[in-house]
Nanobody
Framework: QVQLVESGGGSVQAGGSLRLSCAAS????????MAWFRQTPGKEREGVAS???????NYADSVKGRFTISKDNAKNILYLQMSSLKPEDTAMYYC?????????????????????WGQGTQVTVSS
């Protein structure tokens, strides 16, 4: 089992930046892909970015060039640096980890690839 706890969400004006963190604990050695997803009320969860154990990354087209996913393996923390934020980035952001059976991370990240989820952190971008 892997436990995930997100932090770093908040309110920011358009054009601003935020950094989300996801602290992982438990059987983290068993995972291969980690990712960030986001969801707004009434919409499906959207894959934002993923990173594998070789630090290969994938991004949704909507965030390419603005968001950066990274991982501190020593601390077991996943990050999402978000810059040039737009009102349409407003969402609940979730951290996810797979069970280690994937040979590559789906591009863009797909929910069915991930077994472990955090509780989410809210990001609100005002215009």
């Amino acid at each position: 089992q892997v436990q995930l706890v997100e932090s770093g969400g908040g309110s920011v004006q358009a054009g601003g930046s935020l950094r989300l963190s996801c602290a992982a604990s438990g059987a983290t050695y068993s995972t291969f892909c980690m990712a960030w997803f986001r969801q707004t009320p009434g919409k499906e969860r959207e894959g934002v970015a993923s990173i594998d154990n070789d630090a290969y990354t994938n991004y949704a087209d909507s965030v390419k060039g603005r968001f950066t996913i990274s991982k501190d393996n020593a601390k077991n923390i996943l990050y999402l640096q978000m810059s040039s934020l737009k009102p349409e980035d407003t969402a609940m952001y979730y951290c996810a980890a797979d069970s280690g059976t994937n040979q590559y991370c789906s591009d863009p990240p797909a929910e069915y690839d991930y077994s472990y989820w955090g509780q989410g952190t809210q990001v609100t971008v005002s215009s």
